[in-house]
């Protein structure tokens, strides 16, 4: 599955690692946009597989942020 960004901003922080196993509803990084703090959401259990991001670098809108698997 991928996890992408909702909204255009920096990438403040990522709070999972690869390999980590996370739960429905896991909060997976946060991204800052016009002062407000939007975080990225799981829809899903699953494992990280990959971050594409790292943090302070700028994502748009529907990027790619990560991949979580089973």
């Known amino acids: 599955m991928q996890i992408r ?13 690869p390999g ?15 002062k407000m703090e939007i975080p990225l959401i799981a829809e ?7 971050i594409f991001f790292s943090p302070g670098e700028f994502v748009q809108e529907d990027d790619v942020v990560m991949v979580l698997g089973a």
């Not at 899903?44 to 990959?50: D, F, N, Y």
């Open 44 to 50: 899903s259990a699953g494992v990280v597989k990959e």
């Open 5 to 17: 960004s909702t909204i255009g901003g920096t990438l403040i922080r990522i709070l999972v690692a």
């Open 20 to 34: 980590q196993r996370i739960a429905l509803g896991h909060e997976l990084a946060l991204i800052e946009s016009m």
